[in-house]
């Protein structure tokens, strides 16, 4: 009896140690996810096979200049343009190039209207020289008959001699409920710096429920005054709008005013994305790298 009291005690011992081993022992897939094949991630840039698996569902505007003026989601043709053409040599197949020159869509696009859009981001990659004379509109969501469009996504070329090519200034503005504008500019130590011999991408980003205008430049978040407040601050896209590309009003022979601070653009626009999100950080970073990559 004393002999079996004894292995009963230490077999229970070793079915409880092997117990303890085996809930001890650690699982490589505590949630239970599905196998990764890191095939099917061969070739990919930060995950991504192309530009256009970056949010889909929330690309509202998009322009490849492949050949066409069309903006691609809807088929709208531009109403007018001037001393425009394609170029090879783009980030995705031809980019348009301008000579001053200007795109012109006399059109208000339904995704632009005031109770759609209130988060956006744009996405676009410019080759473009300063001039030291005349600003660069590269884009603008114009307001008829209003200097300052809803969106003005303008570069300070005027500011260096056309003999520097690595210095870029970036100083969009958008306009707000209150009726003024607010902006951001790439002015500290080191934001400014590019190639610009070579394709520089650009993007904008702007947040409704915080007030934050960001701008990027190659991958990097470049304004130094991205917290544009909320309220009468807020972004507002005023009803009618229509779209430049290279000028606004002014630029175009259209003036609404005497301002002569811009000239229609001298150099070329690729893959202008306009999204209705606020593109997060790494989103931002992977559209740089796959058009690197000419993805």
């Known amino acids: ?7 009963t ?17 650690k699982d490589g897939n505590p949630n239970d996810l599905p196998a990764v094949d ?10 991504f096979n192309s530009s256009d698996e970056v949010f889909p569902e929330n690309l509202i505007a998009y322009w490849s200049f492949d050949d066409t003026k069309n903006e691609l ?15 090879t040599g783009a980030v995705r197949g031809k980019a348009l190039s301008l000579a001053a020159g ?6 208000q696009f339904q995704a632009f209207k005031t109770d759609s859009l209130k988060n956006w981001s744009i996405s676009t990659w410019v080759k473009v020289k300063n001039n030291g004379s005349k600003r660069t509109m590269v884009f603008q969501m114009a307001r008829p008959g209003v200097f300052n469009g809803n969106i003005n996504f303008a570069l300070n070329t005027n500011g260096y001699p056309v003999t520097n090519d690595s210095t870029l200034r970036i100083q969009p503005t958008f306009s707000t409920i209150g009726g003024g504008t607010q902006d951001n500019l790439n002015n500290a130590a080191g934001q400014d710096k590019a190639n610009l011999n070579d394709w520089v991408h650009i993007v904008l980003t702007y947040d409704f ?3 934050v205008f960001n701008n990027w430049m190659n991958g990097r978040k470049v304004g130094n005054f991205p917290n544009r407040g909320t309220g009468n601050n807020n972004y507002k896209s005023w009803e009618p709008s229509e779209v430049f590309f290279g000028a606004n ?9 005497a301002d002569v601070n ?21 989103f931002i970073k992977a559209l740089y790298n796959l058009g690197k990559a000419n993805k």
Do not use: H, W
């Open 1 to 7: 009896m004393k002999f079996q009291k004894s292995y």
């Open 9 to 25: 005690k230490y077999s229970v011992a070793a079915v409880v140690m092997a117990l303890a081993f085996t809930s001890c022992k």
């Open 38 to 47: 890191p095939s099917a991630y061969a070739g990919t840039v930060d995950g």
């Open 73 to 87: 989601k809807t088929g709208t043709a531009p109403f007018s343009s001037l001393n425009d053409s394609y170029v």
């Open 102 to 107: 200007f795109v012109y869509y006399k059109t």
């Open 209 to 211: 429920s915080t007030g």
């Open 249 to 257: 009003y002014n630029a175009a022979g259209m003036p609404v005013n």
């Open 262 to 282: 811009f000239a229609p653009m001298t150099g070329q626009i690729d893959e202008v994305r306009f999204y209705n999100k606020t593109l997060p950080d790494a």
